[in-house]
């Protein structure tokens, strides 16, 4: 039976995660995607932000993996436009940014890989940008 994208992304994860250098990689490479981005973060503590991205992105795994989605409702708050205004738009940069330090990271990545963590975090990032 072939393992479920679920199971091939949470692997991936843990790999990606052994090397705490994989959140500063995703930010530098998310805010160089424009000043929109960057902007956002101007005041935020980045230290702290990759350990709650940390979360963030397992929170995505879970709910994939048939969790509860209550986390991702309050990030769906969060990030609204009554919270950090993030437009619907900027979640595929978002996706896009992980995906590459993703590729960078993990030393099996692949193909089937990056379609594995496509495909399993797309709902609980829909669920975040429906929110707006
Ligand atoms: C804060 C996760 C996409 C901008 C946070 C937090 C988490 C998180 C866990 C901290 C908790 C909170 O404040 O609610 C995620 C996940 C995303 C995502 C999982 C993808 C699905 C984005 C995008 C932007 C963004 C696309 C656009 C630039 C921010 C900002 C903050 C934040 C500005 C607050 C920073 C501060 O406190 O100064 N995010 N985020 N996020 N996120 Fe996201």
Not at 2 to 31: A, H, K, L, W
Not at 62 to 86: C, E, F, I, T, W
């Amino acid at each position: 039976m072939e393992t479920p994208d679920s199971d091939i992304v949470f692997q991936s994860y843990g790999r990606c995660c052994n090397n705490p250098q994989f959140f500063v990689d995703f930010y530098d490479r998310f805010m160089g995607t424009s000043t929109d981005v960057r902007d956002m973060f101007r005041d935020t503590d980045m230290k702290q932000q990759r350990h709650l991205l940390r979360n963030g992105i397992m929170q995505l795994i879970l709910v994939a993996r048939g969790m509860p989605d209550s986390k991702l409702r309050a990030l769906g708050q969060s990030h609204s436009r009554s919270g950090y205004n993030v437009r619907p738009e900027l979640y595929s940069v978002w996706l896009d940014a992980l995906m590459d330090t993703v590729a960078r990271h993990d030393a099996e990545f692949s193909p089937a890989i990056d379609g594995a963590w496509r495909r399993a975090i797309q709902p609980g990032i829909e669920m975040i940008r429906n929110a707006y």
